[in-house]
Nanobody
Framework: QVRMVESGGGLVQAGGSLRLSCAASGNIRSIHTMAWYRQAPGKQRELVASITSDGSTKFADSVKGQFTISRDNAKNAVYLQMNNLKPEDTAVYYC???????????????WGQGTQVTVSS
């Protein structure tokens, strides 16, 4: 069984910063990609940033130059540093991992429970 636990959300004023953390635990053989998604009220969930096991990253156009993603493979953890936050960044942020559980090679997708980020103007 795999568990994804997020932390770091909260309320911040526009222009401020937050750092989200997510750690995967349980019966994990290897993690391929870790990512952050977000879902604002009335909108579809969207990819914010992703990072592969070798450190390759992708970002949504809306957060390029504003957010950075990093990963600690030894801790099965992923981080999202969010700078110069704007009210439009308000959303529930979800951690995502594509991984192989122990004892197998198939890839499965897991999600965290979500953490609220609210940016006030």
């Amino acid at each position: 069984q795999v568990r994804m636990v997020e932390s770091g959300g909260g309320l911040v004023q526009a222009g401020g910063s937050l750092r989200l953390s997510c750690a995967a635990s349980g019966n994990i053989r290897s993690i391929h990609t870790m990512a952050w998604y977000r879902q604002a009220p009335g909108k579809q969930r969207e990819l914010v940033a992703s990072i592969t096991s070798d450190g390759s990253t992708k970002f949504a156009d809306s957060v390029k130059g504003q957010f950075t993603i990093s990963r600690d493979n030894a801790k099965n953890a992923v981080y999202l540093q969010m700078n110069n936050l704007k009210p439009e960044d308000t959303a529930v942020y979800y951690c995502n991992a594509v991984l192989s559980p122990s004892g197998g090679l198939r890839l499965y997708e897991y999600w965290g429970q979500g953490t609220q980020v609210t940016v006030s103007s």
